[in-house]
């Protein structure tokens, strides 16, 4: 039940938590290099993804990562490393070539090969303190408000990111299906315009992590505020764990009826 869970969460979460940095970077990849290729990308944010839960449930399971992760120091090297993303990405020129097919292939004027989209998955995700908030926030949430064994809550992290990267593949493969309305010149606009996009939430990165810093009315109000993911695991998780309650007690009726149906289907 518990990777059932993990599995249905993992697909909700990534479907309405995905715009970020990855995200933007995944669509482009896809784009530029094409499926086969831009899966290795996903492969690299989903092994970012084990490390950060990994590293969360083990060996900083005592440390107070809420404190750390808004720390100035580590969100300006966070959105420096993005803003470094953004700029390669902004700078990127490709050209135009065919196959077979008449289909057309953008390439960059430099190759990239599968370890480096790995590397570039791995760090874009990874580097990026919002995703290690983003995890911090639901195990937490399932230490605090669900009574789940360690093998369980290991079992339900198995499924959610194996969810997330099915669904990530699945986003490269709808992203490449555009590949064919590209020409040279707007898929360099493209690059622009995704790059800039990389940029932007860098300086929004380092920026948030000072005002958070600086004013204690948005640190209330943040430690006020129940995140939208845990609200969603727990209505998942209450309906499932109902609806399972429901099944056993139909199953238990059915094998043996209570005194009180009994009498109900005698005349009055």
């Given at each position: 039940?518990?990777?059932?869970?993990?599995?249905?969460?993992?697909?909700?979460?990534?479907?309405?938590?995905?715009?970020?940095?990855?995200?933007?970077?995944?669509?482009?990849?896809?784009?530029?290099?094409?499926?086969?290729?831009?899966?290795?990308?996903?492969?690299?944010v989903s092994v970012s993804d084990i490390v950060v839960v990994s590293l969360i449930l083990t060996v900083l399971s005592n440390v107070n990562m809420n404190a750390l992760l808004h720390n100035i120091w580590v969100g300006s090297i966070g959105g420096l490393a993005i803003g470094i993303f953004?700029?390669?990405?902004?700078r990127c020129k490709t050209r135009k070539e065919t196959r077979a097919g008449s289909r057309l292939r953008f390439q960059a004027e430099q190759a990239t090969s599968n370890w480096q989209?790995?590397?570039?998955?791995?760090?874009?995700n990874g580097l990026n303190p919002l995703i290690w908030v983003y995890w911090v926030t639901i195990i937490t949430f399932l230490s605090a408000e669900m009574d789940l064994t360690r093998s369980a809550r290991y079992l339900f992290f198995?499924?959610?990111?194996?969810?997330?990267?099915?669904?990530?593949?699945?986003?490269?493969?709808?992203?490449?299906?555009?590949?064919?309305?590209?020409?040279?010149?707007?898929?360099?606009?493209?690059?622009?315009?995704?790059?800039?996009?990389?940029?932007?939430?860098?300086l929004y990165l380092v920026i948030s992590m000072v005002l958070y810093q600086t004013n204690p009315r948005i640190r209330a109000k943040e430690g006020e505020k129940k995140p939208q993911s845990t609200r969603i695991i727990q209505t998942l998780h209450n309906h499932m764990m109902r609806d399972t309650a429901k099944g056993t007690a139909s199953g238990q009726s059915a094998a043996l009826p209570s005194a009180d149906s009994l009498t109900a289907e005698w005349p009055r």
């Open positions: 039940m518990e990777i059932l869970i993990g599995i249905v969460c993992g697909v909700l979460l990534s479907l309405i938590f995905s715009v970020g940095p990855a995200f933007f970077s995944l669509i482009q990849n896809s784009i530029h290099h094409g499926y086969k290729k831009a899966v290795w990308y996903a492969v690299g953004g700029v390669r990405t902004f989209l790995v590397l570039s998955g791995l760090l874009m198995c499924g959610m990111l194996l969810a997330s990267l099915a669904t990530d593949i699945a986003k490269c493969r709808l992203a490449a299906m555009m590949q064919t309305f590209f020409t040279a010149r707007r898929m360099n606009l493209f690059n622009k315009l995704m790059g800039g996009i990389l940029i932007a939430f860098a």
